[in-house]
């Protein structure tokens, strides 16, 4: 015998919803159908279903489709997901006053 899981809390995530946070949150540039982030920014979504997590990272930009979102990141290059599977998003600006880091261009 298996223990029923847990019904999720929160609403399943929509691509209105997913576009109206990414809006509200600044700082990305908005240009048909794909957000991108600024390199400084660190952009975060963080998937999930079936008692299951993935955290995507570091991501440059998302590109909505009409029933999936497309994902590229620096590392990992392109991952493709269903709306519904997004919790949350972060997006953290640049650190001001932030040490420029030692580098050749």
Sequence with gaps: MTCPGRAR??????????QTILRAAGGLQEKAGTFRASPEQRLTLYLGADGRGLVVAQ???IRFEESFFAVKTRETGQTFGDYGAVYAVSVQPPKENAPKKAGFA
């Excluded at 809390?9 to 997913?18: F, S």
């Design 9 to 18: 809390t929160i609403r399943v995530m929509t691509r209105d919803t997913l």
């Design 59 to 61: 991501i440059e930009e």
